[in-house]
């Protein structure tokens, strides 16, 4: 578990993150500062349930390569949910807000997912639990404002301008940032790679 401490303010970026690349830094260096955090925690996960586990590189070196990735003592990677035996997001955040009342933190994902986190496991609980900052995406910015999780969301949702309250804000407040994008994706990463992989 990264170091922390009383009263700071915590990201939570969750991902299979394989691999890591330069649009996710993007999400989180811009999510960082314009919701004043104190760190972001980058949360390898085993796996993600709702895609194909195929390509997957083991969690120890998609750890490493996120790692090697990011030059910032304030975003701190952790595949601290493998050794929990956790396979869901809302146990992650259910764990880590009980174990640490005293810190305050923010779930911080991209409006690609926001499209289909009514497909997530106990996806209002995560909702409940700790407010939401859904960093704009390519292709995902008319889809995601008007998902069924921002509908079922609406009445929270805290204007743009009031992203620096956001971590001090209850549960189920959420903010849609706007800002600069990346077109990079994992899975074009990986198909490129295979493209040139020597025959």
């Known amino acids: 578990m990264p170091p922390s401490g009383a ?29 004043q955090l104190d760190a972001v925690w980058v949360l390898v996960t085993p796996g993600n349930p709702l895609k194909n586990h195929k390509d997957l590189a083991p969690l120890a070196d998609r750890v490493e390569a996120a790692r090697r990735f990011i030059d910032n003592p304030k975003i701190r990677v952790t595949g601290f949910e493998a050794a929990h035996g956790f396979t869901y997001s809302w146990q992650t955040i259910r764990y880590l807000t009980e174990s640490m009342p005293d810190r305050r933190f923010v779930w911080i994902m991209g409006a690609d997912n926001l499209v289909n986190f009514n497909r997530w496991e ?4 995560i909702a409940a639990m700790v407010p939401l ?45 706007h800002g600069r994008q990346s077109p990079l994706s994992s899975s074009a990463i990986r198909a490129r790679r295979q493209h040139v992989k020597p025959k």
Request: proline share 6%; hydrophobic share 40%.
């Open 122 to 125: 106990r996806w209002r609980n």
């Open 7 to 35: 009263g700071m303010r915590i990201g939570l970026f969750g991902g299979s993150f394989n691999p890591f690349h330069e649009g996710h830094l993007l999400v989180i260096e811009e999510s960082m500062r314009r919701l």
């Open 133 to 177: 900052a859904i960093y704009v995406r390519p292709g995902s910015s008319r889809r995601a404002p008007s998902s069924m999780a921002a509908n079922y969301l609406s009445r929270w949702r805290v204007d743009e301008d009031d992203a620096p309250r956001l971590a001090m804000l209850k549960p189920r407040s959420w903010v849609y940032l």
